[in-house]
C-alpha cells in the first residue's frame, strides 16, 4: 500500500498508510476527522481491548447513515438493502472478534490461576477443593 502524502506538523512526511486513493493515511484523512474527534474522546486511550467497541460505534454510525441515506431517497432501496446486508456481517463478525478477545482474556486469567495454584502446591499448600 502508498505511504500517506500528508507533512507532519515537524515538516517530515507522515509515515502513515494511504487508507484509499486520496494517499492519505487514517490520521490525515478529512473524512476521519470526525471519528478522530471522537476516538480521542472515548475510546481512544483504550489499547486493544477498546478497539471492538471503537469498530462498533464506527459501524452503528455507517448504517445510521445508510439509513438516513435510504429514508432520505439518496441512495436506492436496492443498493441500500445490500449496504446493510453487508454491515450485518460486519457486525457479527466484530461479535465474533469480542467473542474471541473475551475467550483469550479468560484463557489467560484461568492459566494464571493454575500457575498460582500450582505454586501454592509446590508451597505444600492447596486451595480448598
Ligand atoms: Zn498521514
Known sequence: MAGCTAITRGGGRCKGTAIDSSGLCHAHHPDRAEQRRRAASKGGIRGGRGRPLADLADLKRDVRKVIDDVLADNISQGPGAIALQGYNILLRAA????????????IERLEAL???????????????A
Do not use: S
Not at 461479535?95 to 479468560?106: A, F, G, N, P, Y
Not at 493454575?114 to 480448598?128: D, H, L, P, V
Open 95 to 106: 461479535k465474533v472478534e469480542m467473542d474471541i478477545r473475551e475467550q483469550q482474556e479468560l
Open 114 to 128: 493454575e500457575a498460582a495454584q500450582e505454586r501454592q502446591k509446590g508451597g505444600g499448600r492447596r486451595w480448598g
